[in-house]
């Protein structure tokens, strides 16, 4: 690996073109406040918006726990996060509420999380609330005996009885008598939601896959993504909708792999589907969470960090197999969104930003027909609200608001009103800058949580180092390395990482999530800039987590389960939580269990190292019947093992000029081709034994451990990787 380098981008004139009309999503610094509770000492953003409620909360600690026991109390612990809609009506409508609040102080000991911060206590009651409902989400509430054991868990209440929902002091008043009047009963449920706890991922483990080879295993999973997916209007399912990033990925891989043309174009439509709808910004940029319709047109308009580092990747992908130019301007734009809203004074990226705008949600975004043409030439005015479907009396349910979103096409709009598609371009290009421009300097920014996340930055790396590979634009080389030389500065402290980075307070210990996306970060770094020491040690002293190879032999001594090839997402020693938690599903994010598989297997291929390629397979074995039956909910899984089924090629480059030349082979999606450069003799790798001839340039081009003649050109490797 290179020395330190510069980071590619000014971070102060970025953040600070930004910071003046950024609101941040904390309530504690209105002033002045009746209330103050323990959260005031916290850093979360969340935690902090919840400082000056009239609850007494707490953050999640030994003591708290502690006292518990001590006044022999049940536990309400309250999961959320500072971007989420409905934890802020909950908030409004019952943690701001005196009277319910006394309640609340009265019979229990009350718990705040941040979901982002600590995902290993979200993990855990959240299957409790799924176990018990049949589904979850946040605001999360749990109600916990004394030790931490959970005996009911549901998510949003309101405060009278409405939506088929019990109102929140109802359950306040149900879950307080039956800890006091019930207790057998209470002790029985808490038992029987830890054993279901502990038993949920080891059920997935055993279910036993019917394929009986890589083939029908392979036509199975695909046929039933083909199945799910929405012809019509693109994506999977119906309302709400999510990008579904990694299945749409998994039908990427397997059309590039198998020449499966539609495949490919399935992957396409769908992203085109995001870019034409509300999810996607079209004046600044970045997408949504998810629509709460089927057709891509109303956003629940928080933008996670996470989403958009995931969509990145799954664009550029696209553009190397389908050029196009609208996954082109996706990527710039987004890219654009991310430095301009979402960086932070000292380099790296902020988690999100609210839907909320004003305590109203989509207000930053929304337009009116009115507010248009007070701000448009009447030819352009014509033109957006023709391209973005607009309409005086509004469309959608809030009355004369927009949503801006693309019915159609420019060329067809363009022709409609009788304008060439190069002078339609060049006036909606105007019309966009006056519309953000304005957005920009006159509107109340969405609130924004201003967590420096492990995992989600890793993602990022990982996704614009596939949009260098796309574009061949240095910008995104620079970006991800960028990124990387960020989060060893601020996150690695002392041989340890850190979950998080917020207002200058470093959160807990890593989580297997955030290293093995780390992990994956680190080799996808390796594979556009051949600088080994991202993969591999660079000696055999140097005992730093700041390689993958280092990072996954962390991961394996120190999440493994006792028994059985998978992780825990945290180290089960002296744990306060009562049941380890393992985590399997892909859901939003990647699970870390798959993402450990992919680098395992990825740095057996390059390290020539069995243990990695056995504890790969391993685990993917574990995994093969619920992917086979579940695929779009195990993306990740199914991605890595397509992958680990294909051929398996390389592409060793070795000599003077290694690095640029291999560079050359980059802008193809070839997903089961390895590219390894060196411009000097390593030995301590297999593929680069014997391999370096002084003063000349040599390509070996490999399949199934079976090579061909050494070339010296770029023109002659690509024949041979061609036949």
């Known amino acids: 690996m290179s020395a330190k380098r510069e980071l590619p981008f000014k971070t102060s004139t970025l953040s600070q073109s930004f910071s003046s009309p950024f609101t941040p999503n904390n309530s504690s610094a209105i002033s002045p406040h009746k209330y103050t509770n323990a959260l005031i000492h916290e850093s979360s953003p969340y935690l902090l918006q919840h400082a000056h409620n009239p609850v007494n909360w707490e953050p999640w600690s030994e003591k708290a726990l502690a006292r518990a026991k001590a006044e022999n109390k049940p536990i309400i612990v309250s999961i959320g996060y500072s971007t989420c809609h409905w934890c802020h009506v909950m908030e409004r409508e019952s943690f701001e509420d005196e009277a319910t609040a006394a309640v609340m102080n009265e019979h229990f000991v009350c718990i705040k999380v941040d979901r982002e911060e600590r995902p290993d206590v979200d993990r855990i009651y959240m299957e409790a609330c799924q176990a018990i409902s049949g589904g979850g989400g946040w605001p999360l509430n749990a109600f916990l005996l004394p030790d931490g054991r959970p005996y009911y868990a549901g998510t949003y209440y309101p405060p009278v009885a409405k939506y088929n929902r019990p109102s929140w002091t109802g359950v306040l008043a149900q879950m307080s008598k039956v800890f006091h009047e019930d207790r057998n009963t209470v002790e029985e449920q808490a ?10 991922g080891t059920r997935l483990l055993k279910i036993e896959p019917t394929a009986e080879n890589h083939t029908a295993w392979r036509e199975t999973l695909t046929e039933k993504l083909r199945a799910n997916y929405d012809l019509r209007r693109g994506g999977f399912g119906g309302a709400p909708k999510f990008p579904m990033s990694q299945s749409l990925e998994v039908l990427l891989a397997n059309g590039v792999l198998y020449e499966e043309f539609n495949d490919q174009h399935l992957a396409a439509h769908g992203v085109l589907a995001m870019l034409d709808g509300g999810i996607y910004d079209h004046l600044g940029g970045g997408f949504s969470r998810y629509t709460v319709d089927a057709e891509w047109r109303v956003p629940h308009f928080e933008k996670m960090l996470y989403d958009n580092a995931l969509l990145l990747r799954l664009m550029a992908k696209l553009q190397m197999v389908l050029p196009n130019q609208r996954f082109l301007e996706g990527i710039a734009e987004t890219t654009a969104w991310l430095q301009r809203e979402m960086l932070l004074p000292g380099g790296g990226y902020r988690a999100a930003l609210d839907a909320d705008s004003e305590g109203v949600e989509g207000k930053y975004y929304i337009w009116d027909y009115e507010e248009l043409a007070g701000l448009l030439p009447a030819d352009q005015l014509e033109l957006v609200v023709a391209f973005f479907g607009v309409t005086e009396a509004g469309n959608w349910e809030e009355e004369n608001s927009n949503i801006l979103y693309r019915p159609d096409t420019l060329a067809a709009v363009a022709a409609s009103l009788d304008l060439s598609t190069e002078i339609a371009t060049v006036k909606l290009a ?28 890793a993602l990022l790396i990982s996704g614009w180092s596939w949009c260098y590979r796309a574009t061949g634009d240095e910008k995104y080389r620079e970006l991800a390395t960028g990124l990387w030389q960020t989060l060893t500065e601020q996150l690695y402290v002392k041989g340890q990482w850190h979950r998080n980075l917020t207002n200058g307070d470093l959160g807990a210990p890593a989580f297997l999530d955030d290293y093995a996306a780390l992990a994956e970060a680190a080799i996808d770094l390796h594979d556009i800039t051949f600088e080994l020491d991202y993969a591999v040690p660079a000696s055999a002293g140097d005992a730093s987590l700041t390689n993958a190879a280092a990072i996954v032999d962390y991961i394996l001594a120190t999440f493994s389960m006792p028994e059985g ?3 825990y997402l945290r180290g089960i020693e002296d744990s306060e939580l009562p049941v380890a938690s393992l985590d399997l599903f892909d859901n939003a994010l990647p699970s870390g269990n798959s993402q450990l598989a992919h680098s395992l297997l990825r740095l057996s291929h390059l390290t020539g190292k069995d243990h990695y390629l056995t504890r790969g397979e391993e685990m993917l074995a574990a995994m093969s019947g619920s992917l086979e039956r579940y695929p779009s909910s195990f993306g990740g899984w199914a991605h890595a093992a397509l992958l680990h089924a294909a051929p398996v090629r390389e ?50 081009v490999c399949e199934n451990q079976s090579c061909q003649l050494p070339v010296g050109t770029v023109t002659e490797a690509e024949d041979q990787l061609d036949r």
Not at 191 to 200: D, V, Y
Not at 662 to 673: C, D, I, K, N, T
């Open 565 to 567: 090839p998978m992780c």
């Open 191 to 200: 038992n029987r939601l830890i054993e279901n706890i502990r038993g949920g």
């Open 651 to 700: 592409l060793v480059v070795a000599g003077p000029g290694a690095r640029a030349a291999a560079g050359q082979f980059l802008s193809r999606y070839r997903p089961e081709l390895l590219i390894v450069a060196s411009p000097e003799a390593r030995e301590d790798l297999s593929l680069l034994q014997n391999r370096y001839l002084p003063g000349e340039l040599r390509f070996y």
């Open 430 to 457: 105007e019309a966009k800058k006056t519309l953000h421009e304005y957005q920009f300097k006159n509107r109340v920014h969405p609130g924004a949580d201003d967590k420096l996340i492990l995992q989600w930055n």
